[in-house]
């Protein structure tokens, strides 16, 4: 992982980052959709 991440540039990087961010919003509201 740390391999991958120090050759790829830094906006891959934000960019994987922002993308497990929203991903992990995503679940955690449907989550609480269905919880509700």
């Given at each position: 992982?740390?391999?991958?991440?120090?050759?790829?540039?830094?906006?891959?990087?934000?960019?994987?980052?922002?993308?497990?961010?929203?991903?992990?919003?995503?679940?955690?509201?449907?989550?609480?959709k269905?919880?509700?």
């Open positions: 992982m740390y391999y991958v991440s120090s050759t790829k540039p830094k906006a891959f990087d934000c960019a994987t980052s922002f993308l497990i961010i929203m991903l992990l919003t995503l679940n955690f509201n449907n989550y609480l269905d919880f509700i």
